[in-house]
């Protein structure tokens, strides 16, 4: 793996981890107060990590749906 992220292929992937996924899961935690997650093991914690997920692709599914301007602002619809 450490000569995978050496090569250019490697720094280029890695790079878009800052773009793409590191901002959605830091979201998701703040949304919905899971750091430090209260379970342990990768089982307990995946299972809530899944549930969050989804109930949060549910929600901005529905501000799109009824054309919010900000459709991923949903701690309002948690009670946040």
């Known amino acids: 793996m450490i ?6 292929l490697g720094y280029t992937i890695h790079s878009w981890r800052g773009i793409s996924v590191e901002p ?18 990768y089982l307990k914690a995946s299972g809530m ?8 692709q549910i929600i901005v599914y529905y501000n ?6 900000q459709p991923r602002a949903i701690k309002h619809m948690l009670g946040s």
Do not use: A, R
């Open 3 to 8: 000569n995978f992220y050496d090569s250019e």
């Open 24 to 41: 959605l899961i830091e979201h998701i935690k703040d949304v919905f107060k899971i750091d430090p997650l209260p379970v342990k093991g």
């Open 49 to 56: 990590i899944l549930l969050s997920v989804l109930l949060y």
């Open 64 to 69: 799109c749906k009824t054309q919010k301007q």
